[in-house]
């Protein structure tokens, strides 16, 4: 039997809410042991159940829980989501509590490793899902969204199709030579495998363009002492995030600072002031 896993779903730390996450096959026999609803009856499937999490006789806190039955969740598997108060404790001690009752702490990024290898997802969405997580702009939430809603790879399914029929062409008149091949035909052939190429470098050319919304650029403001390079990194930021003053080597350690420009995450370094230094030959 595949094991059941477990994991604090949200980001360490206080808050309003927490959740914590389990996958496979034990994960509504793990809720039933570890989930009192404050109304007696039955918990309907995908719908969030109000009561609280015992250990023992003792009340570990007060949430809401959802059973999700399989294949029609994140994993493809039942999936149980018990949303905590956001305090470490209630949090960690719910999490002991499912994990003594027989599931196992996930490894990192193994719940979308299990979609992918239930087949919900494919390599491309998988990789999307952290792209979405990561997006520093509403640019790049958009390219990375659309990954994950498999746009990318109906792209490639597509090329894929058009490929085989070129393949089924040419075999066709491989298989049959003394058939002879119109040059209408062969011009048909060499018009949908151009198609197919300007379509394979335009997605190209979008990797290109994802790479940079995705990883950003870097730039480096560079220049004399008092230039104005502090005043330019606190334009484009739009806050004092640097010391501006009218005297010079007021930076003496880089200031780094992501910007939005265009839509597209920019990392700032403001620098110290650099001074060149005149150099002269001197005679023998």
């Known amino acids: 039997m595949e094991e059941t896993i477990c994991a604090i779903a949200t980001p360490p730390g206080e808050g309003g809410i927490g959740i914590v996450r389990i996958s496979g096959p034990m994960a509504r026999p793990i809720m039933d042991r570890v989930f009192v609803p404050a109304k007696a009856g039955e918990i309907v499937p995908r719908m969030l159940t109000y009561g609280h999490v015992f250990d023992g006789d003792t009340a570990v ?10 294949p029609g969740t994140y994993t493809a598997e ?5 949303d905590c ?16 009752s027989g599931a196992r702490l996930a490894e990192p990024g193994e719940f979308t490793k299990r979609a992918f290898l239930n087949g919900r997802i494919d390599l491309s969405q998988a990789e999307a899902v ?34 085989t029929d070129v393949l089924v062409e040419i075999d066709v008149n491989i298989d049959y030579p003394d058939e002879d091949v119109e040059e209408a035909e062969a011009g048909k052939i060499a018009e949908e495998l151009g198609k197919i190429k300007a379509s394979i470098d335009d997605l190209i050319a979008s990797a290109r363009t994802g790479r ?13 002492p008092n230039v104005g390079k502090s005043s330019l990194l606190n334009g484009l930021l739009r806050e004092s995030r640097a010391i501006v003053t009218e005297i010079p080597g007021t930076t003496r350690d880089t200031i780094e600072e992501f910007a939005n420009i265009g ?7 403001d620098t ?11 005679s023998g």
């Not at 390219?143 to 399914?157: D, T, W």
């Open 61 to 70: 806190d007060e949430v809401l829980a959802v059973y999700m039955p399989g």
């Open 212 to 224: 940079i919304m995705k990883e950003g650029l870097s730039v480096a403001i560079v220049g004399r």
């Open 130 to 163: 952290m792209d979405v997580v990561g997006a520093r702009t509403e640019e790049a939430l958009e390219i990375a969204v659309a990954r994950l809603r498999g746009k990318f790879s109906e792209e490639i399914g597509a090329l894929r199709s058009a490929l």
């Open 263 to 269: 839509g597209i995450p920019v990392k700032l370094t």
């Open 78 to 82: 039942d999936v149980v989501e018990i």
């Open 272 to 282: 110290a002031g650099v001074i060149p230094r005149m150099w002269s030959r001197r």
């Open 85 to 100: 108060h956001g305090g470490s404790v209630p949090l960690y001690r719910t999490l002991k509590l499912v994990m003594a």
